[in-house]
């Protein structure tokens, strides 16, 4: 159990690195006074970070799996037009079809509804993504957004997900085409949200898919 490691790591830690330019759309009820919120965020400014840079998240940590030997590659030195207040310094190649995987704790005790955002800033779009949790019952994807950065290199993808019920934790599975390098990676999840607040919520994303 990895997260049993981790015991300094549990609580709400956000460490103060400003580096979080491609947080560029971060979902509606984040900071919101409602338990069950989380939050993660990964820059890759380091090349054995597979915790998050900053994280807000009181049932552990999440973790970006790390696969040793050569099919991911962390790589530094990345075009940087936007200058140091967008910095674009760090990520990691995958030069296959390796799937990214995120593991990310979540709130244990049963309730019916997990919504989860995911936001990608990669140098090729996504091919296949997959919300796994308990007993690996797939997420739905309910929204996706493609963002086009200056540069018209980076594109930060955007997508919601509910789960339904919550389960205490989830595996993000995303494939991307070879040679695609991921830049940053910021997950929100909320389980659940108040029941006077969900119906709203849910009639926004029908709203949305509808578009
Ligand atoms: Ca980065
Ligand atoms: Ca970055």
Request: with cysteine.
């Amino acid at each position: 159990m990895r997260f049993a490691l981790l015991p300094a790591c549990l609580g709400i830690v956000i460490l103060a690195l400003p580096l979080h330019a491609e947080d560029v759309l971060p979902p509606e009820w984040r900071g919101a006074p409602y338990e069950g919120q989380t939050y993660q965020h990964w820059d890759f400014l380091l090349p054995d970070n597979e915790y998050p840079d900053m994280f807000s998240n009181v049932y552990g940590t999440g973790i970006f799996e790390i696969v040793p030997g050569g099919p991911m590659v962390w790589t530094n030195g990345l075009p940087n037009p936007n200058g140091p207040l967008h910095p674009r310094v760090s990520g990691w190649l995958f030069t296959i079809d390796l799937p990214m995987v995120l593991s990310i704790p979540n709130r244990p005790l049963e309730l019916p509804v997990k919504l989860l955002r995911l936001q990608i800033t990669s140098s090729k779009a996504p091919q296949n993504k997959a919300i796994y949790g308990a007993g690996d019952k797939q997420g739905s994807n309910t929204y996706n957004q493609a963002i086009q950065h200056q540069d018209a290199f980076w594109y930060t993808y955007v997508s919601d997900w509910i789960l339904e019920p919550n389960p205490d934790h989830e595996s993000i599975v995303v494939n991307f085409p070879p040679d695609t390098i991921v830049e940053e990676v910021v997950v929100d999840t909320w389980c659940t949200p108040e029941p006077a607040l969900l119906m709203p919520l849910l009639g926004l994303l029908v709203l949305r898919r509808r578009e």
